[in-house]
């Protein structure tokens, strides 16, 4: 792979990005697949910003992210200043300031919402143990849910004595609907809940889910209870986290755990958890922090205070580097524009799921529609088991996955590390597998 000339902090990117996703956008309104580029298409530059080897087609950077160079480039700072003299170091970069306001900035946040975690299972575990459950108390999830979602739920119930109970949002993944997902949550709320657990995209068929109208489910239950009985919207936002033009205040939810090392390209084991900034103080650490907050209020003899976001980020010595960096995945994102790498992302998503769906010997399981889908594209091939497809892939250097569920699909996700070629690269070897 060529590489441009460096810039500072991605100078540039935003012009390459904007012409990149015109094009894309053009092509599809045109109702037309867009068309293979050249090799220095308007994307390459951000292409160009990462060290995947050019021998493989990586689709599966949603898995675990190659860091930018922006990204590298910190990491490696931070690195030097922290062997050069560590106690210096760390004297200068203890205040995680810096990183909740980048990610703050990123998110349409308050920086005092946001906790820092290491993944989203961190998030998802902190969250969930955190919460004020008792016995009687149930906890609405859906049967589409990740492993993370469901063992931090289960471990919450079994401390608690709360129950937990899991719906079924759709009955076909591929003709989901918003209106269907959030009228099976509106139907299933009961007097008992207290926590409604989702997750916003799908990491076994691909659909997005309708956070925004599923919260405004949550509200109406809301009215009229008590503040202690109100229910609490909990999302799972890592594979819509770095994809989706939104914010919080966009989703609309009350809580939402996110990993920073997969769509986001920021340092590996990083992640944010946001909560709305009045409903932090119902936690409860499970992880003691090193802040001012319960630090100072011990070395005092006095009470910790209430809980805050920043008492929810776990003490202790971390990868510092890492996190310390994780500013410079949010500028990345930043400066070539959120909207951009929404409209980018889902024009390869869209041209790979109309592909597939044009093949006769392919089911795909992902929504077509835009609205109920993200990065990520799930389907089968018949007469082939899901290992034998992303092993047919892979001996063509088509890095595909295997969703990690009792029904297993394989997966493909389009992001910005891939161009129209590439997808075309992979529509073809799927469809000799007829």
Not at 2 to 24: D, F, H, N, V
Not at 100 to 117: H, Q, S
Not at 180 to 199: F, H, K, L, Q, Y
Not at 414 to 427: K, R, T
């Amino acid at each position: 792979m060529t590489k441009l000339p460096r810039r500072s902090l991605l100078e540039g990117l935003l012009a390459l990005g904007a012409a990149g996703c015109a094009a894309s956008a053009t092509a599809t309104a045109a109702g037309d697949r867009p068309q293979a580029r050249p090799p220095t298409d308007a994307w390459q530059g951000v292409r160009d910003e990462f060290d995947v080897s050019p021998a493989w087609i990586h689709m599966t950077g949603f898995l675990l992210a190659s860091h930018p160079r922006p990204v590298r480039e910190a990491i490696e700072a931070l690195r030097r200043e922290l062997d050069d003299n560590p106690a210096h170091a760390l004297e200068a970069h203890e205040d995680p300031a810096p990183v909740r306001e980048a990610a703050a900035a990123y998110m349409g946040a308050g920086a005092e919402e946001i906790a820092l975690t290491g993944s989203t299972t961190m998030g998802l575990a902190s969250l969930y143990l955190g919460l004020p459950l008792r016995a009687g108390d149930e906890v609405l999830t859906t049967v589409h849910d990740h492993y993370a979602t469901h063992e931090s739920l289960r471990f919450a119930a079994e401390r608690t004595g709360a129950t937990v109970r899991k719906i079924a949002l759709y009955e076909r993944s591929s003709a989901a609907t918003a209106t269907e997902m959030a009228g099976a949550i509106e139907a299933a709320i009961t007097p008992a809940t207290r926590v409604v657990a989702i997750t916003w995209v799908h990491s076994g068929s691909g659909v997005r889910t309708p956070v925004r109208a599923i919260a405004e489910v949550v509200a109406r239950a809301n009215q009229g209870r008590a503040p202690g009985d109100r229910v609490v919207c909990c999302v799972d936002g890592v594979h819509g986290f770095g994809v989706e033009d939104a914010t919080m205040a966009d989703l609309g939810c009350d809580f939402f755990a996110a990993g920073c090392h997969k769509w986001i390209f920021g340092p590996r084991g990083t992640g944010v958890l946001w909560g709305r900034a009045e409903l932090w103080p119902m936690l409860r650490p499970s992880i003691p922090h090193f802040g001012q907050e319960g630090y100072g209020a011990w070395l005092r003899g006095q009470p910790a205070p209430p809980t805050t976001a920043n008492m929810m980020t776990p003490g202790g010595f971390h990868a510092f580097e890492h996190r310390w960096a994780l500013p410079a995945a949010f500028a990345f994102h930043r400066r070539i524009g959120k909207a951009r790498v929404a409209a980018r992302i889902h024009a390869l998503n869209r041209q790979c799921k109309e592909g597939l769906q044009a093949m006769r010997h392919v089911t795909l399981h992902t929504p077509i529609d835009d609205a109920i889908s993200a990065g990520l594209v799930c389907f089968e091939v018949a007469g082939m088991s899901t290992a034998a497809v992303v092993g047919r892939l892979r001996e063509r250097k088509i890095i595909a996955s295997a969703a990690p569920y009792a029904t297993r699909y394989a997966r493909v996700a389009p992001s910005l590390l891939n161009s129209e070629a590439d997808v075309e690269a992979v529509l073809r070897e799927v469809r000799a597998l007829a």
